[in-house]
């Protein structure tokens, strides 16, 4: 069961990166925008890989109830590293003669 938590957690946390380190300094829904493409493509692997971790194909089944709380908790920490990076880049940007 941990192996098919962790491949649903690398799965949605994995895809969320993506949305975090596309800017810089900017919150992920600002423009830029991710391309139609990248947004289709990332939402169906991500429902693709929530289906083979609930009905456990290759690998023990999790059901609605754990991989729910895997998109809740990939949800929150994808919010707190684009809050984050955010605030890096402005400390980084305000002593940058410091670095």
């Given at each position: 069961m941990i192996q098919s938590l962790i491949f649903l957690k690398l799965v949605v946390a994995g895809h969320s990166t993506i949305y975090v380190t596309r800017t810089e300094d900017k919150?992920?829904?600002?423009?830029p925008y991710p391309a139609p493409k990248l947004l289709?493509?990332?939402?169906?692997?991500?429902?693709?890989?929530?289906f083979i971790a609930v009905y456990g194909v290759f690998m023990e089944a999790i059901g609605w109830e754990y991989a729910v709380y895997i998109w809740i908790y990939a949800t929150v920490w994808f919010l707190f590293n684009?809050?984050?990076?955010i605030i890096a880049y402005k400390m980084i940007r305000k002593n940058k003669n410091i670095i």
């Open positions: 919150a992920f829904w600002r423009k289709i493509a990332i939402f169906i692997t991500d429902i693709i890989g929530t684009d809050f984050d990076k």
